[in-house]
């Protein structure tokens, strides 16, 4: 009893021990895989995610009990159902998910098949596609040995999953079949055997998500891997419940979890498996690579500020073989490593010389013989080499030593150096030795100098003058392949030799290159090269192609050092830097993602949000008139590296060359009304730019800004001078018209007035003159009747003179030309002659019509009164009142009478006048005696 006691306890103990190793190998095994988790905290809805898919726009499409999502590798947007109708979900437990073209999405929404319409952003009813089953594993309704998921990998390899038998895979082109279950050998066993989702990775492997026992993945025919979620690591897998695995289109696959949400894993970001050093009981870090070395048994020997820590073949155990920081002030103690063929570690240091740990011993022997220069810059060790057989050089700060590793002696060497005899070698960097030609290739901080020990050196100048830096006095590393050799520069990017004629080309940041300061740049089997530098790893394809990783692809950090590089014999590279020191495989293969795919999510014109929903960069923005502030704030959907994402911008037809960005938003100031397009690419770090996303915005022009409202403007500017100029000549006609029509008209006044004034007078007098010879002439006084008349016709001349040639045309100058000739016509006759006129005289100009009429009526009436009334006094006056303007002449002779016909010619003319003059007569005999005549007319006619 107690035996078969002692047999079962054997046996689950055994069993207990074959379980827990099998889990610490997957553990182990795990630790390479780095998943990004999305959950509450990212602004996941649920935790239960049921389905995953992507769409054709690039964002991904997370199905889960409480709702829709989409990401784009940075932030998530929920739709939930909200009932039928107006374009919503039905349900937010969303079963199923399928890619649909133009950037839809096809679904399950409860239990009604849905489509998610990208160019609106709603939702629409669709009939159940055919041949599309929806099968879910938490369903009641499963039988036992029912197949839940189908799936057919790149290989045409058909995979079925079941409920509880596990996985079988059937290889139609050689007809052999695969089961994996828990029970089946080690090389086929999973932790579940039911299986809710298949997918298949990047590089060929096949994910089986099971229930309860995590992602087994298998390439080939073996489960190399099992993915298991740890409590204590937050970069495991999400959860061990799997119910869908997706691989986007950039290669990440993405793992949907029952209750812990979902995770991503990006394998551009496992390409370089990264190693921590211990620490050790010190002030200083540790993990400051600084150097390797390679014993004979594969021993790895890593070199840090605090010492030498070696590790074993698999880099699976590491033990610290010296430890200095406790006994030195240094920062940077141990700089070079190297491993003779028997095994003895050489390892310099800073500040303390040369030490060597001899074979199979942790004691350290410093080489401080006589021939060690006391110069402290001999003592700052930079490199170990070995040259020859059993010959090495040491490079220093201040030159280099050649040490036999059986003698602790060294021959230092400082000398000559062609073209500068005085100088010393400063800070030797690396020795690499060029078999063909027995010479040496020495970098150092005074450049790179090529020659033999017996010879001498002299430096390799630049050939290219227009590089960053011609004249590069800073080398870090040399490495060959074949007839191509490798020199990383500090600031000057690498220097190619094509040995063995030395032909050098430089490439720097012109071509591409992500930094200029290399630390070491190490050939690949497939004719490129990797390098460290100060922004990553750098992998080299062609000219004019680099691709940059950072810390999101698995380096150890960004920041690498100059001697910590190194090849070893299977192929492996080694790059150490400040955080320990990453392993490049062999067979390494660049992950060539394609690049991100940019939206546009947020726009704001004059700081007022511009609703976006349903928008699609080709509809472009429209605003109405006057200058715009417009920002735009847009993002890539970077399932992959989201974080090392650069955008440039460009503004046309504003700007003819791309702006970089920062940040992925650009705000665009004062825009004047026109018609423009924005365009942004995006790229992940040292990748190619991908596709253009182009946004035309069309900012209305005002009238005045169109440009037929500047034609017409041309054409108006144009024709109005010419209607302009067609008017004033017409005008000019006009005027010059009725010039010459007021000419002639005066001129007919004139010989009117002429023919019945001066013409009637002249011709009474030669009547009168043909009858002087009889003597009743004489009596009757014919002699001064001619002599009179004589007069008058004289003065009626000179009036009509004056009125034409008068330049003087005002109410005032006509005024008193009138009472210069009344005064003179009535002195010869001895009558009395007073004038009275208004004291401030209106600024008005008289037509030489009305001055005519004027200065001739009253010129009649002082006729008149001369001729006919007796009078011994006269008075005449003028008053102004507003525009009006009165004239009286008034005399106190013997009183008009009517009846006289000699006297009313004259009376007819005057009215005639008055009436020509839009004005009134009035002539009153007074009943004192005498006679008032009065002259009322308008100022403006006058005018």
Not at 25 to 50: K, W
Not at 378 to 397: H, M, P, W, Y
Not at 471 to 486: F, H, K, P, Q, S
């Amino acid at each position: 009893m107690m035996v078969v006691l002692d047999t079962t306890m054997t046996r689950r103990i055994l069993s207990l021990a074959f379980f827990a190793i099998t889990m610490q190998m997957f553990l182990q095994a795990a630790e390479q895989f780095q998943f990004r988790r999305i959950s509450l905290d990212q602004g996941l809805p649920q935790m239960d995610v049921h389905s995953i898919t992507q769409s054709t726009d690039g964002f991904i499409w997370l199905g889960t009990q409480d709702g829709l999502c989409r990401y784009d590798g940075q932030r998530l947007d929920v739709y939930r159902g909200a009932g039928m109708g107006n374009g919503q979900l039905v349900s937010s437990h969303i079963r199923y998910l399928t890619r649909g073209s133009r950037g839809d999405v096809d679904l399950v929404s409860g239990n009604t098949w849905m489509r998610y319409r990208a160019a609106s952003d709603d939702f629409v009813q669709i009939p159940k596609p055919p041949n599309v089953s929806v099968n879910d594993p938490s369903d009641s309704y499963y039988t036992p040995h029912q197949i839940t998921v189908r799936f057919t990998d790149s290989h045409g390899r058909r995979w079925n999953g079941t409920r509880s038998s596990g996985a079988y895979m059937h290889d139609p082109e050689t007809g052999r079949n695969l089961h994996f279950a828990m029970n089946a050998p080690s090389s086929a066993r999973l932790l579940s055997n039911e299986i809710w989702s298949i997918a298949e990775d990047a590089l060929g492997r096949v994910w089986l998500g099971t229930y309860g026992g995590g992602v087994s993945i298998i390439d080939g025919d073996k489960v190399i891997q099992t993915l298991l979620y740890d409590a204590d690591d937050p970069k495991s897998i999400a959860g061990n419940i799997i119910r869908s695995i997706y691989r986007d289109d950039a290669g990440v696959m993405w793992v949907g979890t029952f209750g812990g949400g979902v995770c991503s894993w990006d394998p551009s970001g496992s390409l370089f498996q990264t190693f921590r050093l211990k620490h050790h009981t010190n002030l200083y870090e540790d993990e400051y690579v600084r150097a390797f070395a390679v014993d004979s048994k594969d021993q790895l020997y890593v070199s840090t500020r605090a010492g030498i820590v070696v590790m074993d073949k698999d880099r699976r155990q590491q033990r610290t073989l010296l430890s200095l920081a406790t006994t030195s002030t240094s920062l940077d103690l141990v700089r070079a490593l190297y491993v003779d063929r028997f095994d003895n570690v050489w390892f310099g240091t800073e500040r303390r010389g040369v030490g060597i740990i001899r074979a199979g011993t942790s004691r350290v022997t410093w080489l401080n013989g006589p021939q060690w220069r006391p110069d402290i810059r001999c003592s700052n060790v930079f490199s170990i080499t070995e040259v020859g057989t059993d010959t090495l050089i040491i490079g220093t700060g201040y030159s280099i030593a050649i040490v036999h590793p059986t003698k602790r002696e060294p021959v230092w060497y400082r000398g000559p150096v062609a073209d500068r005899p005085k100088s010393i070698l400063k800070a030797v960097t690396s020795i690499f030795t060029i078999a063909e030609t027995g010479e040496l290739l020495i970098s150092s901080e005074l450049g790179l100098l090529r020659g033999s020990l017996k010879r001498g050196f002299s430096f390799i100048k630049c050939p290219d003058t227009n590089a960053i830096r011609p004249n590069i006095d800073v080398m870090r590393a040399a490495n060959r392949r074949g007839d191509t050799l490798y020199v990383g520069t500090w600031g000057g990017g690498i220097r190619i030799f094509h040995l063995p004629s030395w032909r050098e080309t430089v490439v720097d940041s012109r071509h591409g290159l992500p930094s200029n300061t290399i630390y070491a740049a190490i050939p690949l089997d497939d004719g490129g090269w990797i390098a460290s530098s100060n922004a990553g790893i750098i992998y080299w394809r062609n000219l004019n192609a680099f691709i940059s990783y950072g810390v999101d692809q698995g380096a150890q950090s960004n920041e690498f050092n100059t001697g910590a590089f190194m090849k070893l014999r299977d192929g492996t590279i080694l790059l150490g830097g400040v955080s320990g020191f990453n392993v490049i495989p062999k067979k390494f293969t660049s992950m060539d993602v394609p690049p991100p795919k940019n939206y546009i999510h947020s726009i704001t014109m004059n700081g007022a949000p511009i609703s976006i929903r349903g928008w699609r960069p080709e509809h472009g923005v429209m605003s109405g008139p006057g200058p715009k502030n417009i920002t735009i704030s847009f993002s890539s959907i970077a399932t992959s590296r989201p974080s090392s994402v650069s955008y440039r911008v460009r503004l046309l037809p504003v700007d003819t060359n791309w702006s970089y960005v920062q940040s992925p938003t650009v705000t665009y100031l004062q825009m004047p009304s026109g018609q423009y397009t924005v365009e942004i690419e995006s790229a992940f770090r040292g990748g190619s730019w991908g596709a253009r996303l182009s946004m035309p915005i069309d900012i209305e022009t005002v009238i005045w800004e169109t440009r037929w409202f500047f034609v017409a403007s041309m054409l108006l500017i144009v024709s109005v001078p010419i209607a302009a100029s067609r008017v004033l000549n017409r005008l000019r006609q006009r005027r010059t018209m009725e010039r010459e029509d007021l000419l002639r008209q005066e001129r007919e006044r004139i010989a009117r007035d002429l023919h019945d004034d001066v013409g009637a007078g002249l011709t009474r007098i030669v009547v009168i003159a043909d009858s002087l010879g009889s003597k009743d002439a004489i009596e009757r006084g014919d002699v001064s009747r001619i002599s009179e008349m004589a007069r008058t016709a004289i003065e009626s001349v000179r009036s009509i003179v004056w009125v034409v040639k008068s330049t003087d045309t005002s109410l005032k100058n006509t005024v008193y030309f009138i009472r210069d000739k009344m005064g003179e016509m009535l002195a010869d006759r001895g009558v009395d002659f007073v004038f009275q006129g208004p004291r401030e005289w209106p600024e008005v100009s008289l037509s030489i019509i009305a001055r005519r009429n004027i200065v001739l009526s009253c010129q009649e009436v002082a006729t008149n009164i001369l001729r006919h009334s007796h009078a011994t006094s006269v008075v005449y006056s003028v008053a102004t009142s507003g525009t009006r303007v009165s004239i009286i002449i008034e005399d106190n002779g013997l009183g008009i009478s009517f009846d006289g016909l000699s006297y009313s010619n004259g009376l007819d003319n005057i009215r005639v006048r008055t009436r020509e003059l839009d004005g009134t007569c009035e002539i009153v005999r007074l009943e004192s005696g005498g006679t008032r005549v009065s002259f009322h007319f308008n100022l403006q006619f006058g005018g």
